[in-house]
């Protein structure tokens, strides 16, 4: 049994779910560094058969409203807006939900102090906690309260996860110092079903 994981959790993405030697990656994971990681958000469910770590949505949830707290993957940055894939809606029960639409996360509601651009706040790859502002016609998102934001980012330069360190996040492998606008439970945040 893996050292890095309890079989059948729900997992964010690039958590270590065990080594290479003991897992072949399967569905919704990938190798990096001789690790397998979870490539989503997700239930961890080994095949102990295959020996094969795999990690598969839950259910799809069908709507969201506004005040919803969510938990989703940055995939695009623009300077006035963070484009957010929504992963998981809290409260709902263990179940993973995965839009079709991205959500809109404008550079005015990421924080309650001024940021001028967007990439300053977030990067490709963070995992951010975040409100629904406006669910229709397009999904809107908050992260102005400290209870929101970035709850995992990766280092730039060598993709680790960082840690947080005082007000900074550090790289555990290169030490090198990023800046997020990040929610009060960085690094400790769990999924809350």
Do not use: W
């Amino acid at each position: 049994m893996s050292r890095y994981s309890v079989h059948n959790k729900f997992v964010l993405p690039g958590d270590p779910l065990g080594m290479a030697e003991e897992f072949l990656s399967g569905p919704g994971t990938f190798e990096s560094n001789d690790h397998i990681c979870s490539a989503g958000v997700g239930l961890f469910t080994p095949d102990s058969k295959e020996m094969t770590a795999i990690v598969s949505p839950a259910t799809p949830l069908p709507t969201l409203g506004v005040g919803d707290l969510v938990v989703g993957v940055v995939g695009n940055i623009g300077s006035a807006k963070v484009i957010v894939d929504i992963h998981f809606i809290e409260g709902r029960g263990d179940r993973a939900v995965f839009y079709r639409h991205p959500a809109i996360l404008h550079v005015s509601k990421i924080s309650k102090t001024y940021v001028r651009d967007a990439g300053a706040a977030y990067r490709l790859r963070d995992i951010v906690r975040a409100k629904v502002l406006q669910a229709a016609p397009s999904l809107e998102l908050c992260t102005s309260e400290s209870s929101l934001g970035a709850i995992k980012s990766f280092c730039m330069r060598c993709s680790a996860p960082l840690t947080l360190k005082g007000d900074k996040l550090v790289c555990p492998n290169c030490e090198r110092v990023e800046h997020r606008k990040i929610a009060e439970a960085y690094g400790q945040y769990k999924l809350v079903a």
